[in-house]
């Protein structure tokens, strides 16, 4: 089970769009549509903001956006906020009861 | 509402077993799908493990296989994380989650963290 791909930090001025990439394979990303993403700030717990690719739950905004293509998924923030600013977690169905989480992206808000 | 809270977190030695345990509230447990997902100091996020709805399955990361049992108790509305052989690679937050299915899908709800320390 590796790890899935994602850029360490993005940045981006209040108002922009930014789109954070996911990459994995052929066995997680690529063959399920169980692809979540989570926001996570500092010393808080994790929070659910996109599931099944490109659902998103009850309360968060819909400035966030998800999609996949192949074996990479991707999130979109649009109209950035300063309080977008966290840590942002891809996770994928891997197969046999398992999952994995991406290495997570600090989204700094210029 | 739904709400978890971790508890059973502290220091212990390398070898020494630890029991986690997830009190939850707001929603039933046979109902749902929960995981035990952890965070190394500094690190990002790691699944540990899940149980179905129903208990009746069970799975594990490969590097917890054989020293990792999750479980839940129905009376208590609590899932439980008991922890043998502890290794100092096992040091990180431990966060419950539930599922949003009964057989996995996704985390949507989780509970703020117990710290779980291996040191001699």
């Known amino acids: 089970q590796s790890a899935l791909t994602q850029p360490a930090s993005v940045s981006g001025s209040p108002g922009q769009s930014i789109t954070i990439s996911c990459t994995g394979t052929s066995s997680d990303i690529g063959n399920y549509n169980y692809v979540s993403w989570y926001q996570q700030h500092p010393g808080k717990a994790p929070k659910l903001m996109i599931y099944?690719?490109?659902s998103r739950p009850s309360g968060v905004s819909n400035r966030f956006s998800g999609s996949k293509s192949d074996n990479t998924a991707s999130l979109t923030v649009s109209g950035l906020q300063a309080e977008d600013e966290a840590d942002y977690y891809c996770s994928s169905y891997a197969g046999s009861g398992t999952w994995v989480f991406g290495g997570g992206t600090k989204l700094t808000v210029l | 509402q739904v709400h978890l809270v971790e508890s059973g977190g502290g220091v212990v030695q390398p070898g020494r077993s630890l029991r986690l345990s997830c009190a939850a509230s707001?929603?039933?447990?046979?109902?749902?799908?929960m995981h035990w997902v952890r965070q190394a100091p500094g690190k990002g996020l790691e699944w540990v493990a899940f149980?179905?709805?129903?208990?009746?399955?069970?799975y594990y990361v490969e590097s917890v296989k054989g020293r990792f049992t999750i479980s839940r108790d129905k009376s208590k509305n609590t899932l439980y994380l008991q922890m043998n052989s502890l290794r100092a690679e096992d040091t990180a937050v431990y966060f419950c989650?539930?599922?949003?299915?009964?057989?996995?899908?996704?985390?949507?709800?989780w509970g703020q963290g117990t710290l779980v320390t291996v040191s001699s």
């Open positions: 149980i179905w709805y129903d208990g009746t399955n069970k």
């Open positions: 707001g929603f039933t447990l046979s109902s749902y799908g």
């Open positions: 099944d690719v490109s």
């Open positions: 989650a539930r599922d949003g299915t009964g057989t996995g899908a996704y985390f949507d709800y």
